[in-house]
Structure formats: structure tokens, C-alpha cells
């Protein structure tokens, strides 16, 4: 296997719908910024590969359109995957292993303000029996939350914690689109959204776009002097019918994470665009209370679709650059209800 490493990461949020750019103009300034990190050139780069979808913008191919921010004379080696940003870091992987390219550059973007998107993603349910009935992911992920109450393995209290940790932690992210901790008694004391949950138990909607460079070997440590080297990935997808799930568990999650080396983990950044799912994930993973989790405030600061994933392995990714921790999981989930999750493991030295 290639050692292959994260060396570059950029995002931007827009937290206001009003004006809020093209997927090509919230694009171009992020890919300045990679090749500043970089010192690359577009020439650099070996293989490109986005992350979108054409429910969310409302058109067939729409990934085409942003393939106009990279500049396509001469053609570039470019590809898409209609998920998470995380998901196209895996394609880039496997590219890489392949000894085709030595380099990357994987790039998402989600455009929310194009329609309502808690029903806009009730299209990725089961097309027979859910789909028709057009259940939102707020509703849905209330289900899941009441599931776990009754069932004694969290209360709303727990979920309060979580979402005023990282409402706190926040403030030092300034990406972050909704930060500013208070405190847990008076989070409980406001008015629910979608019982159990309030509208801080859920991840902010807003537009914007991420990207990741990815490099091997020689070539990483070109560019950055401790390089984020990707030592384990792996993901697993549950079944797609919720009622032959149990909601309170994430059994992919815990097979992705069983398939790699957890040990010695120092921060986490966890997916969990509702406080319940960190919940879930941490019991998951097996993270114990050793294990920083969400530093960056995580999704319920800040969630843009199909960057969310991503960017929770740049924001792991960064704590490795600059010596903060040695060891890092990043983890992203698509689909409902923690349906298909995503875990990797990046380590400053190798």
C-alpha cells in the first residue's frame, strides 16, 4: 500500500441564503487557497474528483458546471461521486494506490438554498414505501432520538451537553455558522422543534463548499513538514429500510471502525448533524472520555451538504499539521439516520 497523506484543506460557509454565490464562485476561492497551501499549480494536480448532487441542485449533471472552476484547458483526469466529500477522498485514495497519479484534489459542494432540503432528501429514502410519504430528516432523526430515550440509553439532557460543547467549542472556528455555548439548563428550557429535539440538537442548513489535497509519499512532504498520513479507512452502509433498523445503534459505524486501529486516538471529529448521533457514534466506536471530541464544533455548528463529511477529515487534519494531537479519526455519514458511515484514521508520522 501507498502512504498517502492530507496536506491541504480550505472551506467556505455562506450564513446568509441572500446573495449566496454559484457553486463556481463559492469554488475558485477555495482552490486558490489549496495552491496557496501547496505551492501547487492546477498542472499539479493528478486527479480530481467532486462530490454533489442533482436532487440538491435541481438539474441533471450538475457537477459539470462546477468543473468550470478548475479550468478544463488542457483536460483534466476527473471524476464525481453523488455523496459526501469523504467519499470522493476514497476515490482519490484508491486512485492513488492505483500508482496512476501521486496527487489529489477532491472538492464538494451543496447549494441548500436551491429548495427545502429536509424534504429535498427524503428522495434518498426507500423509492416504494417511505419515499411517497415524504418523511423529512428532522422528523426522522426526532424517531431515532425518541427510540433511544425510551429505550433508557440517552435523555435529553445528554443531547444538551453535546450540542452546548460544541456550540462552545465553537467560537474559536470562525467557518463555524451557529456557535455560542450557554449553558445545558437553559438550552432545555427552549421550545421543542421536532420533539425530542430542539433546534440546536440539529445541524444549522447552509450553502457552501469544502476541498482536500491529497499526496504519497516524497510528495507529501514536499508540501507540508508534518503531513496528515491517512493509515486506515473504511466504511459500510445498513440496510436502506429503516423499519429492519434498530435506530439506537449504527451497526456500520462500528464494523467501519472495527476494521481499523483505534487505539491511541486523541481527537475525533464525529459527523452527527444531531446531538443524539454523537451519542451513538461515540458508544460505536468505543471513545472513551480520553478522546477530544468535536473540537471544531463539529456539524452542529456548521453542516454545508456534501462538505460536512469532508470536512471533518480536514478539521482532523489540521490538529495533525500543527502538532496538537498524534492520532486522529474523522468520520462522515450520508444518508438517513446514520445509514452509511465513513472512518479514517490519520497519524503524524508512519
Not at 142 to 159: N, P
Not at 189 to 196: F, G, K, L, T, V
Not at 323 to 348: I, M
Request: hydrophobic share 40%.
Amino acid at each position: 500500500m501507498r502512504d498517502v497523506a492530507v496536506v491541504g484543506f480550505a472551506q467556505r460557509q455562506m450564513p446568509e441564503f441572500d446573495g449566496s454565490p454559484t457553486c463556481v464562485e463559492l469554488l475558485v476561492p477555495v482552490f486558490k487557497e489549496l495552491y496557496e497551501q501547496t505551492g501547487w499549480t492546477r498542472k499539479d494536480v493528478g486527479f480530481w474528483c467532486s462530490g454533489s448532487s442533482d436532487y440538491l441542485a435541481g438539474r441533471s449533471f450538475s457537477f459539470v458546471q462546477a468543473v468550470d472552476a478548475i479550468g478544463v484547458i488542457p483536460p483534466v483526469n476527473e471524476s464525481h461521486v453523488e455523496m459526501d466529500l469523504a467519499w470522493a477522498m476514497y476515490e482519490a485514495w484508491l486512485k492513488i494506490q492505483t500508482g496512476e497519479v501521486d496527487t489529489a484534489l477532491v472538492y464538494a459542494f451543496g447549494k441548500s438554498s436551491a429548495g427545502v432540503l429536509r424534504r429535498t432528501l427524503a428522495l434518498q429514502l426507500e423509492p416504494y414505501t417511505m419515499t411517497p410519504l415524504w418523511p423529512d430528516t428532522v422528523s426522522l432523526a426526532g424517531l431515532q432520538a425518541r427510540a433511544g430515550i425510551d429505550a433508557g440509553l440517552w435523555d435529553e439532557r445528554a443531547m444538551a451537553e453535546v450540542a452546548n460543547r460544541s456550540l462552545t467549542d465553537a467560537e474559536k472556528n470562525e467557518h463555524a455558522i451557529r456557535k455560542g455555548g450557554s449553558s445545558v439548563e437553559e438550552l432545555l428550557a427552549r421550545p421543542m422543534y421536532a420533539d425530542p429535539l430542539r433546534k440546536h440538537d440539529c445541524s444549522p442548513v447552509t450553502d457552501g463548499v469544502a476541498a482536500l489535497v491529497l499526496a504519497a509519499g516524497d510528495r507529501a512532504r514536499e508540501v507540508r513538514e508534518r503531513p496528515a498520513w491517512l493509515t486506515g479507512i473504511s466504511h459500510y452502509i445498513d440496510p436502506m429500510g429503516m423499519g429492519v433498523r434498530d435506530l439506537t445503534r449504527s451497526p456500520s459505524a462500528q464494523r467501519a471502525g472495527a476494521a481499523l486501529d483505534l487505539d491511541g486516538v486523541e481527537v475525533a471529529e464525529l459527523h452527527a448533524p444531531f446531538s443524539h448521533q454523537e451519542l451513538i457514534l461515540r458508544a460505536e466506536l468505543g471513545l472513551g472520555d480520553d478522546v477530544a471530541i468535536n473540537p471544531s464544533g463539529g456539524a452542529l455548528a456548521s453542516n454545508p451538504m456534501f462538505s460536512g463529511g469532508g470536512i471533518r477529515v480536514g478539521e482532523a487534519a489540521t490538529r495533525i499539521w500543527s502538532g496538537e494531537a498524534d492520532k486522529a479519526l474523522a468520520h462522515a455519514t450520508s444518508g438517513p439516520a446514520l445509514q452509511q458511515n465513513l472512518v479514517c484514521t490519520l497519524e503524524g508520522s508512519i
